[in-house]
C-alpha cells in the first residue's frame, strides 16, 4: 500500500538499549521529518532530512541518530535509550513542490522505556 | 523563531454545544501556512485544513469553520453542534515555504483535548 509506514507500531526497551524506529514512505517524497509527542508540548522535531544522505537537528535531537541512505527510509536510532525518552514518535514526509504544502503522517510508535 | 500557542489545554462540552479552539502563532515571515489537526483516541493525526498567510477569507466545511485574523495572529477553529465523535486532542501548526528544510517542518501548539460528553 501506498503511504508513510512506521514500524513497530509499540516498542518496550530497557534503559541502556539501542532501539531503532523506522519509517518508510513510497512517495518520494523529499522531505521527511522525526517527531515526538510528549503531554503538555505537542510534537516536537527531532531531526530532519531535505533528501538522501542530508539530515540535520531540530529543536529535540541529543541521544537520537537518524540516517538516510535511501529517500523512502527514514530511520531513527536512540543509541542509548533513556526513560525521559519514553515518548510517542511520529515520522512524516513532505513533497518537495513550494506551493503544495501536504504533510503526511505514519501511525506513531509507542515507545516505553523501563 | 516560530511559535504556536494553544492557551486551552482541555475542553470540555456538552454534545450540541458550539466550540471554539484558538491558536496564536508567532512568525517574522510575512509568507507562511497554519495547519489544524485532529488526533482521535487512535492515535492517529488527521489533517483538517491548510491556509496560506496571504489568503484571508475564513472558511466553512460542515460543521466546521476557521478564522483567520492576521492582525491578531489568530487561526482559531470552531466546530458547530459537537457531537461525541469530535472527541480528540487538536493541534494547531505553522510551517514557512522556505528552502531550508528546518524552517519548512511544522512547529505544533501544544494541542487541545475536547471532550465532548453525550
Known amino acids: 500500500d501506498a503511504g508513510i509506514t512506521q514500524s513497530p507500531r509499540y516498542k518496550i526497551t530497557e534503559t541502556g538499549r539501542q532501539v531503532t524506529l523506522m519509517c518508510h514512505q513510497t512517495?518520494?517524497?523529499?522531505?521527511m521529518f522525526w517527531y515526538r509527542q510528549d503531554l503538555g508540548h505537542g510534537l516536537r522535531l527531532i531531526y530532519y532530512?531535505?533528501?538522501?544522505?542530508?539530515?540535520d537537528k531540530g529543536e529535540v535531537p541529543d541521544g537520537y541518530v537518524v540516517s538516510r541512505s535511501k529517500t523512502e527510509n527514514f530511520p531513527l536510532t536512540l543509541e542509548s535509550a533513556t526513560r525521559s525518552q519514553t515518548s510517542v514518535y511520529f515520522c512524516?514526509?513532505?513533497?518537495?513542490?513550494?506551493?503544495?504544502?501536504?504533510?503526511?503522517f505514519g501511525s506513531g510508535t509507542r515507545l516505553t522505556v523501563v | 523563531a516560530q511559535k504556536v500557542t494553544q492557551a486551552q489545554t482541555e475542553i470540555s462540552v456538552v454534545e450540541k454545544e458550539d466550540v471554539t479552539l484558538d491558536c496564536v502563532y508567532e512568525?517574522?515571515?510575512?509568507?507562511?501556512?497554519l495547519f489544524w489537526y485532529k488526533q482521535p483516541p487512535s492515535g492517529e493525526l488527521v489533517f483538517l485544513i491548510r491556509?496560506?498567510?496571504?489568503?484571508?477569507q475564513n472558511e466553512i466545511s460542515g460543521r466546521y469553520s476557521w478564522n483567520f485574523q492576521k492582525s491578531t495572529s489568530s487561526f482559531n477553529f470552531t466546530i458547530t453542534a459537537s457531537q461525541v465523535v469530535d472527541s480528540a486532542v487538536y493541534f494547531c501548526?505553522?510551517?514557512?515555504?522556505?528552502?531550508?528544510?528546518?524552517?519548512?517542518?511544522?512547529?505544533f501548539g501544544s494541542g487541545t483535548r475536547l471532550q465532548v460528553q453525550p
Open positions: 512568525t517574522r515571515d510575512t509568507t507562511y501556512y
Open positions: 501548526a505553522l510551517s514557512l515555504p522556505a528552502m531550508d528544510t528546518g524552517r519548512r517542518a511544522l512547529t
Open positions: 512517495w518520494s517524497h523529499s522531505y
Open positions: 491556509r496560506n498567510s496571504f489568503d484571508e
Open positions: 532530512s531535505a533528501a538522501a544522505d542530508i539530515t
Open positions: 512524516a514526509s513532505s513533497e518537495s513542490l513550494m506551493w503544495n504544502y501536504g504533510y503526511t
